[in-house]
């Protein structure tokens, strides 16, 4: 369920988009009771806004006769996070996305006071991205799936994996990620009644097939901790689950190696779940973590580290 403040700024939006709504299906949209949408409905009067309740069968709400959206009003860190997130490194090659990020940073300048402008300039020439690159995601994709999830739309494509396999696929969208420059779909593959998540540059030709679904339950309740464990775990080959015997804050510099989320048991003990595409790769990083540690999963791992140390132990003694 969104926020409170993020269901005023959806259901102004709704408004500009149709003035006149019924209670019901206004609460459907925004995927919240009766009872909470007239709190909400409340809270927009107080601030000002003028929405008139409509009674009968089919009640519900109306945006009144010339109310509309207040000008964008931000303080100044605001308005200096806001620029900075929209601007890209001068010269940088741009797609839509940044080019649609450019124009709406030009307009913002132009509403910015000259001592914000002064100040953005000099933050922005003393901020240096790095391995910032383009997004290879049409802004018209990422709409359509940001759309096809509101509206509960079902969608088919065609999808190519890491490994170049290629499948056709019926899914529910449920949500749109973007980390850095990748763009993800996180939906409900009908086929293989689970979660899953698709890179929005891997999908071809998505088109809805008609049918509309409910939704479901996001898994575990937690989106982010859910795409960090897709993203940085299910890719690989192998994966694993280690127990080690150090706390979680002494383990996260070994983290960037590959990756992977960490759960802490105790003071002194970790869960890990990585993965690597060998198991090689997960024995040598093991081997260098620095503390004991228990291989929960998989047992043909605990064997090829007996397989490994004897491969060291050997070029030791020569």
Same mark, same amino acid.
């Given at each position: 369920?969104?926020?409170?403040?993020?269901?005023?700024?959806?259901?102004?939006?709704?408004?500009?988009?149709?003035?006149?709504?019924?209670?019901?299906?206004?609460?459907?949209?925004?995927?919240?009771?009766?009872?909470?949408?007239?709190?909400?409905?409340?809270?927009?009067?107080?601030?000002?806004?003028?929405?008139?309740?409509?009674?009968?069968?089919?009640?519900?709400?109306?945006?009144?006769?010339?109310?509309?959206?207040?000008?964008?009003?931000?303080?100044?860190?605001?308005?200096?996070?806001?620029?900075?997130?929209?601007?890209?490194?001068?010269?940088?090659?741009?797609?839509?996305?940044?080019?649609?990020?450019?124009?709406?940073?030009?307009?913002?300048?132009?509403?910015?006071?000259?001592?914000?402008?002064?100040?953005?300039?000099?933050?922005?020439?003393?901020?240096?991205?790095?391995?910032?690159?383009?997004?290879?995601?049409?802004?018209?994709?990422?709409?359509?799936?940001?759309?096809?999830?509101?509206?509960?739309?079902?969608?088919?494509?065609?999808?190519?994996?890491?490994?170049?396999?290629?499948?056709?696929?019926?899914?529910?969208?449920?949500?749109?990620?973007?980390?850095?420059?990748?763009?993800?779909?996180?939906?409900?593959?009908?086929?293989?009644?689970?979660?899953?998540?698709?890179?929005?540059?891997?999908?071809?030709?998505?088109?809805?097939?008609?049918?509309?679904?409910?939704?479901?339950?996001?898994?575990?309740?937690?989106?982010?901790?859910?795409?960090?464990?897709?993203?940085?775990?299910?890719?690989?080959?192998?994966?694993?689950?280690?127990?080690?015997?150090?706390?979680?804050?002494?383990?996260?510099?070994?983290?960037?190696?590959?990756?992977? $989320?960490?759960?802490?048991?105790?003071?002194?003990?970790?869960?890990?779940? $990585?993965?690597?595409?060998?198991?090689?790769?997960?024995?040598?990083?093991?081997?260098?973590?620095?503390?004991?540690?228990?291989?929960?999963?998989?047992?043909?791992?605990?064997?090829?580290?007996?397989?490994?140390?004897?491969?060291?132990?050997?070029?030791?003694?020569?």
């Amino acid at each position: 369920m969104l926020s409170a403040s993020a269901r005023l700024i959806r259901l102004l939006s709704l408004f500009q988009a149709q003035r006149s709504w019924i209670g019901a299906d206004l609460a459907a949209r925004l995927e919240v009771t009766q009872r909470t949408l007239r709190r909400d409905v409340d809270r927009l009067r107080s601030l000002g806004y003028t929405v008139d309740s409509t009674s009968g069968v089919a009640g519900g709400y109306r945006l009144g006769a010339g109310t509309s959206l207040p000008p964008l009003l931000l303080e100044d860190e605001e308005a200096i996070a806001v620029a900075l997130g929209l601007g890209s490194p001068a010269g940088a090659a741009a797609g839509d996305i940044e080019n649609a990020s450019m124009r709406a940073l030009a307009k913002l300048e132009q509403l910015m006071p000259q001592r914000l402008r002064r100040r953005l300039d000099s933050v922005r020439a003393s901020v240096v991205p790095v391995m910032r690159g383009k997004s290879g995601v049409r802004l018209k994709a990422v709409s359509l799936f940001a759309e096809a999830c509101t509206e509960r739309l079902e969608l088919r494509f065609d999808y190519r994996d890491h490994h170049d396999a290629a499948s056709a696929r019926t899914v529910e969208p449920h949500r749109v990620v973007q980390t850095g420059q990748r763009w993800y779909l996180l939906a409900w593959d009908t086929a293989r009644q689970d979660w899953r998540t698709f890179r929005l540059d891997r999908i071809d030709e998505p088109v809805p097939t008609g049918t509309r679904f409910t939704a479901r339950r996001l898994p575990n309740g937690d989106i982010e901790a859910y795409m960090q464990h897709a993203l940085t775990v299910s890719p690989f080959l192998h994966h694993a689950r280690v127990v080690v015997y150090a706390p979680a804050k002494a383990l996260e510099p070994h983290l960037g190696w590959v990756g992977g $989320t960490s759960q802490a048991l105790d003071d002194s003990r970790t869960r890990i779940e $990585t993965g690597a595409n060998s198991l090689d790769a997960l024995a040598v990083w093991l081997a260098c973590l620095g503390h004991d540690f228990e291989i929960e999963s998989p047992k043909e791992l605990v064997g090829h580290l007996a397989v490994v140390a004897a491969r060291l132990d050997k070029a030791a003694r020569h």
